[in-house]
């Protein structure tokens, strides 16, 4: 497997939304006899806002507007004006009357989200798309205003975020709210069909899983603008940031780690690992490489591959070895296609998908908002929320050198941004500094403490 051959088959994504975005499926065909509160019937319109603007937020709300059945985005929140305006040229470009945010409905402050939402609920769609560190403070507002949710991930960065992602996910059940996560390779059909066959057995017991997510430089560090404070310096390179991404290995190999674990029916009870800044230079605290293994309640292992460097092997998706034969297969891995024996080599594909094409981000927002208009269950708040988990585990391991239990994961009260609530301007100060010389804060493992 070569990164050439593997990225030439990417899907596309919301970062490609200005060069793609035409590009759609209808939603499925809809009830038109529905009608409560908390969802829709075909013949109403949704209401839908955007909470964060950037690349992904653009790209979720094309897709929600993209949907069967008419929906508008009338609210938009940000914190800087530039990704504010991008997005609203692009969108009203794209959809027209689709999307009526005037001014007086562009909110640019911390507090905007809760303008923005306000607007919408009860009954709308909150498409919250910011850094994941502010995902569980947005989830819960959104969920308390009796707002349906598409989230983006992650989820969380830490374990107390990703309890109260769980918490808030359960009193959507309780009101009948619907949640969709920005898992979507969950929705990609010939990934759908790929882990079906494993699940019933083409390969025998599942005993291994990789994921790999291997490629060039990432998380690329603008220089500090002049008269911008620390904090939206921070944000504007949220990838660079702990506390904002939760690490290269949770925001970047999140969808491989998720896939794994689908493919393995289970999530993992422990995890040990490594990682660090071995070639990376920005004053940031971004890890340039990671290796984790997770262990299954079976024994079996889960091992995770991250790593951002320059003229090094790269692979970007998910191998699964069973008893009998392997699959090559994940985000990044376009055609999956599984193997008998452990060779993935032409002669020796035993099964390859042969349906029509499949836009995993399109189908996840038709399937939430086929939800709401014929008021279906739906909601894969934990399912996320465990996947982004995982992702943590991973890092909590590497990053302190010594091996961690999911239930002591899931137990930790270290927050990576303590008051991030509290945070009220981009004045404010930010929840990590650069010491004397210039430096941020980087993990040391063996020394790192992560309970």
């Given at each position: 497997?070569?990164?050439?051959?593997?990225?030439?088959?990417?899907?596309?994504?919301?970062?490609?939304?200005?060069?793609?975005?035409?590009?759609?499926?209808?939603?499925?065909?809809?009830?038109?006899?529905?009608?409560?509160?908390?969802?829709?019937?075909?013949?109403?319109?949704?209401?839908?806002?955007?909470?964060?603007?950037?690349?992904?937020?653009?790209?979720?709300?094309?897709?929600?507007?993209?949907?069967?059945?008419?929906?508008?985005?009338?609210a938009m929140a940000d914190v800087f004006s530039n990704r504010m305006e991008s997005s609203y040229k692009a969108l009203s470009g794209q959809f027209g009357k689709k999307v009526d945010?005037?001014?007086?409905?562009?909110?640019?402050?911390?507090?905007?989200?809760?303008?923005?939402?306000?607007?919408?609920?009860?009954?709308?769609?909150?498409?919250?798309?910011?850094?994941?560190?502010?995902?569980?403070?947005?989830?819960?507002?959104?969920?308390?205003k009796g707002c349906h949710v598409f989230m983006e991930k992650s989820f969380a960065v830490d374990a107390p975020g990703i309890r109260r992602v769980l918490k808030a996910g359960q009193v959507a059940t309780q009101k009948n709210l619907k949640v969709a996560g920005g898992l979507m390779s969950r929705h990609y059909k010939p990934l759908e069909e790929a882990v079906e066959q494993l699940h019933k057995g083409l390969i025998g017991e599942r005993i291994t899983c990789w994921a790999y997510r291997v490629h060039g430089p990432v998380g690329f560090h603008d220089f500090r603008k002049s008269g911008e404070s620390e904090l939206a310096h921070q944000i504007r390179n949220y990838s660079c940031y702990t506390w904002l991404n939760g690490s290269f290995l949770l925001d970047w190999l999140i969808h491989n780690l998720d896939v794994c674990c689908w493919c393995k029916d289970a999530w993992p009870v422990s995890a040990q690992g490594q990682g660090g800044r071995q070639v990376r230079t920005d004053a940031d605290q971004l890890f340039d490489h990671y290796a984790v293994e997770y262990s299954f309640a079976d024994g079996t292992r889960l091992f995770a591959q991250g790593r951002h460097q320059a003229n090094t092997w790269g692979f970007f998706g998910d191998v699964i070895h069973g008893a009998t034969g392997c699959a090559v297969l994940g985000e990044g891995v376009q055609n999956p296609k599984i193997y008998k024996g452990h060779r993935p080599s032409p002669e020796?594909?035993?099964?390859?998908?042969?349906?029509?094409?499949?836009?995993?981000?399109?189908?996840?927002?038709?399937?939430?908002?086929?939800?709401?208009?014929?008021?279906?269950?739906?909601?894969?708040?934990?399912?996320?929320a465990k996947a982004a988990m995982v992702g943590i585990l991973g890092r909590m391991a590497a990053e302190s050198g010594q091996e961690i239990t999911w239930d002591a994961a899931m137990a930790s009260n270290l927050e990576l941004a303590p008051g991030l609530d509290q945070i009220a301007s981009l004045d404010a100060p930010a929840p990590v500094r650069a010491d004397a010389s210039g430096q941020y804060p980087v993990a040391k493992p063996g020394f790192t403490k992560v309970l």
């Open positions: 497997m070569t990164m050439a051959s593997n990225m030439g088959n990417r899907g596309g994504s919301r970062r490609d939304f200005l060069k793609t975005s035409g590009a759609a499926l209808a939603g499925a065909a809809l009830a038109s006899t529905i009608s409560a509160r908390a969802y829709a019937a075909e013949q109403n319109t949704i209401k839908v806002a955007l909470i964060g603007c950037g690349g992904r937020g653009t790209g979720a709300a094309a897709n929600a507007l993209s949907t069967a059945g008419p929906t508008q985005l009338v945010v005037p001014p007086d409905r562009q909110f640019l402050s911390f507090d905007g989200f809760k303008k923005a939402i306000d607007l919408i609920a009860p009954g709308g769609v909150a498409l919250l798309c910011t850094p994941p560190a502010f995902r569980p403070i947005h989830l819960e507002y959104a969920v308390a020796n594909v035993i099964w390859e998908y042969k349906g029509p094409p499949c836009n995993q981000y399109q189908v996840e927002h038709d399937l939430l908002f086929d939800a709401i208009r014929n008021d279906k269950p739906y909601n894969e708040t934990e399912r996320c």
